[in-house]
C-alpha cells in the first residue's frame, strides 16, 4: 500500500495560477507528497519563489512562465514540463481572480464596465481554464490516464453582487468540468478524472480590496459574508489541501464531473 504521505510518489503535476495565494500552498501540498510539480503562473518570479520553497525541503519543481488565455504559450509551457519531467499525470487549473475595473461600485455602474474589463475577467478564469485542459489534457488522453481539477467559485452557485464577468465566468467553469469529466470517460479513457473545487471566501490579492478595509477589518461586504459562513471566519489557504488531495488521489477514484464547495457551509445557508 502507498504511504499515505506520498500519495502523489512519482506523479507529475502542473499547477497553473501557482504563484498566488492559494495555489502556491496546492503545489507545495502536492512536492511535500511526492510529486514533480511545474509551478505555472504569469509572474515569473512569484513562480520562482514558490519553487524555491518547495526545493528548501526537498522536493522536485520548476518554474515556468505562462499566459494561459494564449494556447501558444501553453503549449511552449508544456513542451517545458515533458522534456523536463516526461510527462503529465495532474493539472489543477488555479490561474484566474477578478479585477476592479470588471466590477459594479458606487463610481461605476453595470452600464459602464469596459468591454476590455469583462473580456480580460473571462478569458482569464473561463478560456483560462479550457486551454490547459486542451494541451496538457492531450498529453492524459495520449496515455490513458490523469486527473484535472479546475477552479470553480462560490459565485458558480449563487452570482454575487458587483462582479458579473467572474460570476458568469465561474459559471461557465462548472460546467465545463462537468463536460470534459463526460468527454474524456466517453471518448479517450475511463481512467481520466475531472473535478472542481469551489472555494467560499477567502482572503486574495484579487478579493482584498473587496472584503478588507485598509486597517485590517473586514469590510460591510466582508461583514455580510462572515454573517452569512455559518463557521464565521474566512478560509485559510491550507483549508483547500484535504479537499484537493482526495480529488487529485486514488481516494477518488471513482469521483468525476464534481464541484465541491470548500467554504465553511456559505452555500448551504439561506440567511435565515
Known amino acids: 500500500m502507498k504511504d499515505q504521505n506520498k500519495r502523489f510518489e512519482g506523479k ?40 524555491s520553497s518547495i526545493r528548501q525541503t526537498g522536493g522536485k519543481a520548476i518554474a515556468v512562465k505562462v499566459d494561459v488565455t494564449s494556447r501558444a504559450c501553453v503549449e511552449s509551457a508544456c513542451k517545458k514540463v515533458v522534456e523536463a519531467f516526461g510527462t503529465v499525470d495532474i493539472l489543477v487549473n488555479g490561474a484566474g481572480g477578478n479585477v476592479q ?11 459602464d464596465i469596459p468591454q476590455d474589463a469583462l473580456e480580460f475577467v473571462v478569458n482569464m478564469n473561463l478560456i483560462g481554464t479550457i486551454v490547459p485542459c486542451q494541451v496538457f489534457g492531450k498529453v492524459m488522453a495520449e496515455k490513458g490516464e490523469g486527473v484535472i481539477l479546475n477552479f470553480s467559485s462560490m459565485n458558480a ?31 479517450y479513457s475511463k481512467k481520466i478524472r ?7 471566501f477567502f482572503i486574495t490579492k484579487q478579493t482584498r ?18 454573517e452569512h459562513t455559518p463557521m464565521g471566519r474566512f478560509g485559510e489557504p491550507r ?34
Not at 514533480?36 to 512569484?46: P, W
Not at 475531472?194 to 467560499?200: L, S, Y
Request: aromatic share 8%.
Open 101 to 111: 475595473r470588471a466590477s459594479t461600485s458606487e463610481s461605476q455602474s453595470f452600464f
Open 12 to 51: 507529475v503535476s502542473v499547477v497553473t495560477g501557482a504563484g498566488g495565494v492559494l495555489c502556491s500552498i496546492i503545489a507545495e501540498a502536492l512536492a511535500a507528497e511526492g510529486s514533480s510539480v511545474a509551478v505555472l503562473d504569469i509572474q515569473e518570479d512569484a513562480a520562482e519563489k514558490v519553487v
Open 239 to 272: 483549508d483547500l489541501i484535504g479537499t484537493v488531495s482526495y480529488l487529485l488521489s486514488d481516494d477518488s477514484a471513482f469521483v468525476t464531473g464534481v464541484v465541491i464547495p470548500v467554504d465553511g457551509g456559505f452555500s448551504a445557508y439561506s440567511g435565515v
Open 209 to 226: 480590496y473587496l472584503l478588507v478595509n485598509e486597517d485590517g477589518t473586514p469590510s460591510s461586504r466582508g461583514k455580510a459574508v462572515l
Open 157 to 187: 452557485f449563487r452570482p454575487l453582487t458587483k462582479i458579473p464577468g467572474y460570476s458568469a465566468a465561474k459559471a461557465g467553469v462548472s460546467n465545463f468540468t462537468q463536460w470534459l469529466a463526460v468527454h474524456m470517460a466517453q471518448n
Open 194 to 200: 475531472v473535478n472542481a473545487v469551489a472555494p467560499g
